[in-house]
């Protein structure tokens, strides 16, 4: 199992959501999520914003559904403008998972 991290533009947080559901993925944890990345933040005139707001969807999936996964956040998730700040995914192995009410282990 694997856990995906993917840090996104708020405004595309909807349609990767949709989008993660109509391919099969409909199972995940969205966060509000502060930060920056290699630039630092962003100036806009004299005003520098250190912590530029950020969704996270995390999603825990079996190993050979990574590679769909990722390609549904990557097509919906970037901007095209071609500009820094759409985002980065993480992937983590996941050794145990547990549903709470049935105490079933895995997915």
Do not use: W
Not at 13 to 30: D, H, Q
Not at 45 to 51: A, K
Request: include cysteine; aromatic fraction near 6%.
């Amino acid at each position: 199992m694997l856990l995906i991290r993917a840090i996104i533009r708020p405004e595309k947080t909807g349609i990767v959501m949709s989008e993660l559901v109509a391919a099969g993925f409909p199972a995940l944890t969205k966060m509000d999520v502060y930060g920056r990345g290699k630039q630092k933040g962003i100036t806009v005139g004299e005003v520098h914003y250190d912590e530029i707001p950020k969704e996270m969807l995390m999603i825990v999936c079996n190993d050979e559904d990574k590679d769909d996964i990722i390609r549904v956040i990557m097509r919906y998730a970037k901007t095209g403008s071609g500009t820094f700040g759409d985002g980065r995914i993480f992937i983590s192995p996941v050794d145990e998972a547990y549903t709470i009410s049935t105490g079933k282990k895995g997915l």
